[in-house]
């Protein structure tokens, strides 16, 4: 198996590239928008790669330490999911010299990134997909595609009829990965970018290439290029079939982000079905999986955390809580640390906002704490995991994670009212008159008495609470 060992230690950072910051106001094109205007599906908003070269203080300030960016490669779109080239980084977002000085910079300071493979279709303006539409059946590359009629109508309106499309849209042309042109062009794709030293890939719908010899092929071309190169699929469901040795190391684990945030709306509390699925998970895939899985609470594709939960901060609070205590890499979605707030697409693709008085401080002051307790406690990357309570008519839920060396309980209270809990700690060896150690709040302590330590925990508060100080 080859799982790369540093995912388990990761902290990701989600960037929506145009979004992000503008570093470079000659690459803008002339329909800019202003940076803070509401996005719509058309809109620029200046963001590039001197963008985040320029706030990577930030970044690091942040603590975090790998990068994941949606699709950098030329394409007509501010979203990018319709490459026309890609092996050219878009001009908007800068040159390959940016991006070079990018991964330099990132690097420099141990910082992983992967980026945005979208293989399953492309845009219009592909080579390929182009000569069809000069060509028409006398395209060389006629079969890269699904046509099925001539001529090709691909710029009037309405759905794909005479080629599929992604969900028939007829501005992302599917590739007929079953050719093997086509496959040799995507994993030379593939290996371009690990040898230019990317930390690995994000697959856009890998579902939609339901081809297991593929991605096989394409696990191994990557790894053969770096064994330690991470790949992550964007897969919405729990489906063993697309974690191990002929697929990925990891999957966007959007099922804990549901369970999460099923629990924290009003009206669909389940701390029962919150802690059943959470750990069902963890067991349904293989360690190493369920290590690297991508756990994250929002993407571009969904909306914001801070609306989700109706702008209730104390929520917000409580999941990143448990994301960055779970086992997996905890992933933040750019401006979630701030508060940044938005509905679905586009809205959730917000400018972010670098007036630190637009800043929601006491969000991203937490955020930042608990990534630097994450770094610092191997015990909270690494170790195992255990069921220490669950009190559903109190909406109470206690796990631990566990090395021999260090255990840390975590304890949620997912209710709108304060509560004093009693939590058993005699399956993880705490013995009576041990003094435990709240490791987010220095110098609060607790004492184990008859195999429990009590612990008030405030609405939609939670608590990490060690047998050391730190």
Known sequence: MTVPDWVQDAVFYQIFPDRFANGDLSNDPLNTQPWESMPTTWSFHGGDLRGIIQHFDYLLDLGVNALYLNPIFQATSNHRYNTTDYLRIDPKLGSMDDFRDFLDLAHQNQVRVILDGVFNHCGRGFFAFNDILENLE???????????????????????????????????????????????????????????????????VPNEIDDDAFWAEFRHVVKSANPNAYILG????????????????????????????????????????????IENLLEYYPRENAYAMYVTAGTHDTERLLT??????????????????????????????????????????????????????????????????????????????????????????????????????????????PRQFRIPVEMISWSDGMTVYDVIQPGVQYQVEQGCFNIALPAWGGAWISNKAV
């Open 308 to 417: 989700k939960v109706g702008g209730d901060v104390e929520k917000v609070r409580l999941a990143f809580l448990f994301l960055l205590a779970y086992p997996g890499a905890p992933a933040i979605y750019y401006g979630d640390e701030i508060g940044l707030t938005g509905g679905k697409d586009p809205e959730c693709r917000r400018a972010f906002p670098w007036a630190t008085s637009r800043w929601n401080h006491t969000i991203r002051d937490w955020v930042k704490r608990l990534i630097a307790l994450r770094k610092q406690l191997l015990v909270l990357r690494r170790g195992d995991f255990r069921r220490i309570c669950l009190n559903v008519s109190e909406a109470c839920y206690a796990f631990a994670r566990l090395t021999a060396e260090q255990q840390v309980v975590v304890a949620l209270n997912a209710s709108p009212i």
């Open 138 to 204: 006398h395209s060389p590359y006629l079969d890269w595609f699904h046509v099925k009629n001539f001529p090709v109508d691909a710029y009037s309106s309405g759905d794909a009829r005479d080629y599929l499309g992604w969900w028939n849209f007829k501005g992302l042309p599917k590739f007929n990965t079953a050719n093997p042109e086509a496959r040799r062009y995507i994993f030379d794709v593939a290996r371009y970018w690990i040898d230019q030293g990317i930390d690995g890939w994000r697959l856009d």
């Open 234 to 277: 964007e897969i919405w469901t729990a489906d063993r079939r697309w974690v191990g040795d002929g697929h990925f190391d990891g999957l966007m684990n959007y099922p804990v982000r549901d369970a999460l945030l099923r629990l924290l709306l009003a009206g669909t509390l389940d701390i029962a079905l919150f802690a059943e699925k």
